[in-house]
């Protein structure tokens, strides 16, 4: 089966940086993506992974370390806007995302 | 980007009676959606994957008569919880495929709070 591990909550304050880890197990790996949910909207798409390294978009970033099994969300220039909650995903080719449990970033001023 | 529409964003129903909801890619043709229920506080999980043209298929533990799923078209996919119980009151959220290969993502519809009382 499939399994990912991330922290439940992060705390931080504005302009700091924050990074949220998340492992997995699985069998057909094709990519690690990450999603943003504030409280009683859907999730959006923030970032993908298929490769090892690092993919940047703006005040966001997501790394992947395939041989580990490992990845991280980090949200630079924290805004408060940035609370919400953040959720790693694993992609299989042909199948639907499997989400992590969550993590809810609190961003206080 | 691709659009997905889901409808109602919430509705309010008696215990017993049966609600349908409607997921609409607006912009891309999906034939693969996929249906997920998420309780306060918790992950999305996953409740169905819905393939245009052929029956729905169902997450270990999701009852196939209960969440009934059509997905007549391409552009198209409908959730009907029936007889609908409190406990069946959740955020209820579809997703279309969008993209090819590596760059394939999903697009989430804005959800339907369902709230049986």
């Known amino acids: 089966g499939q399994s990912l591990e991330q922290p439940s909550e992060v705390t931080a304050v504005e302009g700091a940086i924050v990074q949220i880890n998340c492992t997995y197990q699985?069998?057909?790996?094709?990519?690690l993506s990450w999603y943003q949910q504030h409280d009683g909207g859907a999730p959006t798409f923030l970032s993908y992974?298929?490769?090892?390294g690092l993919e940047e978009t703006g005040r966001f970033s997501s790394f992947l370390s395939r041989s580990d099994s490992y990845g991280y969300l980090l949200l630079q220039e924290l805004q408060m806007k940035d609370s919400a909650s953040y959720f790693c995903a694993l992609n299989q080719a042909g199948t639907a995302l499997i989400f992590g449990k969550g993590t809810t970033l609190s961003v206080s001023s | 980007g691709a659009v997905v529409s889901q409808h109602p964003s919430w509705v309010i129903c008696k215990s017993g009676t049966s609600v349908k909801i409607e997921c609409r890619s607006l912009d891309f043709q999906a034939t693969t959606m996929f249906w997920y229920r998420q309780f306060p506080k918790q992950s999305l999980m996953l409740m169905a994957t819905s393939n245009e043209g052929s029956k729905a298929t169902y997450e270990q533990g999701v009852e196939k008569d209960k969440f009934l799923i059509n997905h007549a078209s391409l552009t198209l996919s409908t959730l009907t919880v029936t007889s609908a119980h409190p406990e069946d009151s959740s955020f209820y959220i579809c997703s279309a495929k969008g993209g090819a290969g590596a760059n394939e993502k999903l697009f989430f519809g804005s959800g339907t709070q369902l709230s049986v009382l």
């Open positions: 699985t069998s057909g790996f094709y990519g």
């Open positions: 992974n298929a490769l090892d």
